[in-house]
């Protein structure tokens, strides 16, 4: 090397640290691709994510590759910036040259391109992926005899290779991309997905209409009552049965037969005809298998049962897909929920309300783990029937008792006492039990 002139050798250092900066870049770029937009661009036909990804499915040849040619550039770097050390400065200068080009190495060959390559990956990965397919080729002998000697080193820790990694994500990772999604989901549609997902978490006794507040048809009532009934029902679908809820005979669509009762041609007869057989919910099936199930056996309603076969309420398709859209209508979400706010900020709630309403209505996060009813959640705490005016907190929530029954808590009144996580004290401290 004595015979090239300094500043060729200039050049071919400069040469060497751009190329190390290339391969430590793409390296970083391919690495940290994000697989799903990579599957997603493949699919359409971008030709350096096809090239990309098949140099992805097995990355230890790919790396064996990058770091090969990384080290030669480096390597052969540290060569050239040692002749040209000891022509310069002679033997004080190998010090300077290795400090010097250590210095350099790290800013314009690691950091730097690492850094562009981590926050713009697609950017490096795809045009270095065209350089790196014919590469590997020519390569091929050598990179394999590296893999060979380096994967048999890792087959004695239990690690293979070979074996492709897992890119499929949990349902709870999928919410969190979800979540974290906001720039490019807009807010409703990105709970709509997660309303979705939560689905399989939630059991039809979570949403269904409590027994207590099922209405339905007596075919043993008066005709005119049944008439009254059936002319004032808000329900398309409602249950008939004989004296009580245990002896239910069917469904009714309340639709087919207000046309009948409008031209005077509804008879017990007729409407004994128009009954479905009544369709039975475990109450610990989850709302996804239901929804399946639902349409599986062409319904829109079910009477949900304990393992006895004791009827514990109602569930209708709309209930579960206003688990994933929210309120249907919007006017009467609180209403529907038995919620009504006061003059002074607090509402007052019935007893019957499920928690989980209570929550999707107001914002709230009362605990759902336990009881599904807020006189429930009031019961499990207290361990007794309590007299109206006693006070208790519930993760934050002061909850007044307003009016009870023998066996219930009919209505409460509830002060959220945290906000912006601090807590705000109330006038009365609450009296917990």
Do not use: C
Request: aromatic content about 6%; charged content about 20%; proline content about 4%.
């Amino acid at each position: 090397m004595n015979e090239i002139p300094i500043g060729v050798l200039f050049t071919i250092l400069v040469v060497l640290i751009l190329l190390s900066g290339f391969f430590s870049g793409s390296e970083t770029a391919l690495m940290t691709l994000n697989r799903y937009r990579l599957k997603h661009k493949k699919q359409q036909g971008h030709q350096g994510a096809k090239l990309a990804a098949a140099l992805l499915e097995r990355p230890d040849r790919l790396l064996g590759l990058i770091l090969l040619g990384n080290n030669f550039v480096n390597i052969l770097a540290s060569a050239i910036a040692t002749v040209i050390a000891l022509r310069l400065y002679g033997e004080t200068g190998i010090a300077i040259g290795t400090g010097i080009l250590t210095l350099v190495i790290l800013v314009f060959a690691e950091v730097a391109p690492k850094t562009m390559a981590a926050l713009n990956p697609e950017r490096f990965a795809y045009p270095a992926a065209y350089i790196y397919t014919p590469m590997l080729k020519v390569l091929y002998p050598v990179v394999w005899l590296v893999n060979l000697i380096a994967n048999r080193l890792l087959a004695v820790f239990g690690i293979h290779a070979d074996r492709g990694q897992n890119d499929s994500l949990s349902a709870d990772e999928l919410k969190a991309v979800v979540s974290e999604a906001e720039l490019y989901i807009p807010g409703k549609h990105a709970e709509m997905l997660l309303g979705i997902l939560d689905l399989e978490n939630i059991t039809v006794d979570d949403i269904m209409i409590p027994r207590n507040d099922i209405t339905g048809i007596d075919i043993n009532d008066d005709w005119r009552d049944i008439e009254k009934q059936i002319s004032t029902t808000q329900r398309t679908r409602v249950p008939v049965y004989r004296d009580s809820l245990d002896d239910v005979v069917g469904f009714l669509h309340t639709r087919k037969v207000i046309s009948l009762l409008a031209r005077d041609e509804l008879n017990m007869d007729t409407l004994k005809s128009l009954i479905r057989e009544a369709y039975f919910i475990p109450s610990s099936t989850p709302l996804t298998r239901q929804l399946l199930n639902f349409q599986a056996n062409r319904r829109r309603a079910g009477l949900v049962v304990d393992e006895y076969g004791n009827i514990q309420g109602l569930v209708t398709l709309e209930d579960i897909l206003e688990e994933i859209v929210g309120q249907f209508t919007t006017d009467s979400a609180t209403r529907s929920a038995g919620i009504n706010a006061t003059a002074d900020g607090d509402y007052l709630i019935d007893g019957s309300s499920h928690i989980r309403d209570i929550n999707r209505t107001l914002g709230w996060s009362l605990p759902t783990d336990g009881p599904k009813t807020l006189n429930g959640l009031i019961l499990e705490h207290l361990e007794m029937i309590p007299e109206p005016g006693i006070s208790l907190l519930v993760d934050n929530y002061a909850i007044e008792i307003t009016r009870t029954s023998k066996n219930a808590v009919q209505s409460a009144r509830i002060n959220v006492i945290v906000k912006n996580g601090e807590t705000e004290q109330t006038e009365e401290e609450p009296e917990d039990g």
